[in-house]
């Protein structure tokens, strides 16, 4: 199974050694061509700014949007999650996204780099907690009814699924711990 | 309810924002709107300060931390990271700049230092730090002292990539050396670097540095920015390599897609095409020793 990995910029390393770790093989993707080799893809942490603009000037937009939506699971981290919401709550908008998930995200909501912060949550589904890193992170602010709450912070949901897109306002992949990729790379088993 | 508690201020968040930024571009940036332009181009982060070192090579006097009425300006531009300068050794200048929000501070060599003997200690700061050094010793003294992460100093404000990539392959070669020697060689190495023990063992079981590693220091065009990724930097720190071009906006724009596709030459062609003129470069033998920016930091 071929997972690939945004590579426009971002924690693009972190998130290929998480895949390895749980099963599958990786697969850095900059190009259409390397994402119509891929059976699943995941957006990492990063600047969603940057990758949003990167995304729009490499014509990488449409083709992720086709392929999302035409079944290709997907797993955004963070500044990937961001780029994945159907709606951003300002004040700061990302305006080219692939907006497959029904959430409304608010980006920066924690505050500055001093306010973010390490914390044991509990994912539904995993026996042991989960120690979750949110850096600058984002909120989802909103989700929509198909939309399953895996895990929450302060009643915010930071880890959600709706069918084969996964989002996580947090960083599994800075943690060594791989359950969270485990998950995903069993709902793209489920999927193929 | 009670609120979960939440562990600010560790390693790992510190470390963490700088692993956000790989493969990402961080500019320099004196005023809100080029905060703006360098945002709108592309830039992971930008580098508020009061000159960029070109400006301060040809003014010179004493160059401190930028005004915090434009930091905090700067800070309220952009939805991107704002980093910001401190002198060497100046920790309330340090304070002041996590007083006022920005989301990584620069110790830098480009400011006239504070302390001639000691860099601040950046364990006693939530915000996270990033320090320049020439080479794996200077890095690592750096780390140990709470550095969160590192570039490669180059030389500040000459369009000049040279001492960039001298500072890059120190750092690189060092950490190949590191790997190959027995534990019983690597007290003496630790002492030849004057670096921690244990950051020195370290490096030689992962053959990397703890932290992410930036160049910085006369990059100037797109190119010189590949160059730099292709040598092995997780990304780039751009001076006056942007704002003292004909064509900033063009240009940074440029820089960020070269450093995404830095080993695709087809790309990096097709972006440099066009960009008006480069910064005037300075030649490296042309300035005397005490004027050069890199040697400052201990």
Not at chain 1, 88 to 101: E, M, Q, W
Not at chain 1, 165 to 173: N, Q, V, Y
Not at chain 2, 211 to 229: E, K, N, Q, S, W
Request: net charge negative.
């Amino acid at each position: 199974m071929k997972v690939g990995v945004l590579g426009l910029q971002g924690d693009v390393r972190e998130h290929c050694t998480a895949l390895d770790g749980a099963g599958a093989t990786p697969v850095v993707v900059k190009t259409a061509d390397s994402l119509a080799s891929v059976d699943a893809l995941v957006m990492p942490g990063g600047e969603s700014t940057t990758i949003g603009k990167l995304l729009d000037r490499f014509e990488l937009l449409e083709p992720l949007r086709d392929r999302a939506e035409s079944g290709m699971p997907l797993y955004g981290t963070c500044a990937g999650a961001i780029l994945m919401s159907k709606e951003i709550a300002g004040p700061h908008d990302a305006p080219f996204r692939v907006p497959v998930l029904d959430v409304v995200t608010r980006r920066n909501a924690y505050g500055r780099q001093v306010d973010s912060f390490e914390t044991d949550i509990a994912v539904r589904g995993l026996d042991e907690a989960f120690r979750a890193v949110f850096i600058r992170a984002p909120v989802f602010e909103d989700v929509g009814d198909a939309v399953e709450i895996l895990a929450s912070v302060d009643d915010r949901a930071v880890l959600v699924r709706q069918g084969r897109f996964l989002a996580s306002t947090f960083h599994p992949e800075m943690t060594g711990d791989n359950r969270v990729h485990e998950l995903f790379v069993s709902i793209v088993r489920g999927a193929l | 309810m009670t609120e979960t508690t939440r562990e600010t201020g560790g390693l790992r968040v510190k470390r963490g924002l700088a692993e956000m930024l790989k493969g990402g571009v961080i500019m320099d940036v004196t005023t809100a709107e080029q905060a703006k332009i360098a945002e709108d181009a592309g830039a992971v982060a930008v580098m508020a300060l009061e000159r960029v070192p070109a400006d301060i090579r040809a003014e010179g006097g004493v160059v401190r931390m930028a005004d915090p009425e434009k930091i905090a300006e700067i800070v309220e531009s952009v939805s991107v990271p704002v980093m910001a300068k401190c002198r060497i050794g100046h920790f309330v200048e340090a304070q002041v700049l996590q007083s006022l929000g920005v989301d990584y501070i620069d110790e830098s060599e480009v400011l006239t230092p504070a302390d001639e003997s000691h860099h601040v200690n950046k364990w006693d700061f939530d915000v996270p730090f990033v320090c320049g050094a020439t080479n794996l010793g200077e890095a690592l003294r750096r780390i140990g002292e709470g550095a969160a992460m590192i570039r490669s100093k180059g030389e500040a404000g000459t369009g000049n990539v040279v001492e960039a990539v001298r500072h890059m392959r120190s750092i690189l070669s060092a950490m190949r050396k590191l790997q190959s020697l027995g534990d019983e060689e690597l007290m003496s190495e630790a002492k030849e670097h004057r670096a921690p023990f244990e950051l020195v063992r370290e490096v030689a079981r992962t053959g990397k540095l703890p932290v992410v590693l930036f160049t910085a220091g006369g990059i100037a065009t797109p190119a010189d920015a590949a160059l730099m990724m292709q040598l092995g930097a997780d990304g780039v720190f751009v001076g006056s390599g942007i704002f003292k071009s004909g064509d900033p906006a063009t240009r940074a724009r440029a820089i960020v897609e070269a450093t995404t596709h830095f080993e695709d030459a087809d790309i990096i062609a097709k972006v440099s095409r066009g960009l008006g003129d480069a910064m005037v470069g300075i030649n490296i033998g042309d300035i005397p020793e005490q004027e050069r920016l890199a040697t400052r930091g201990w």
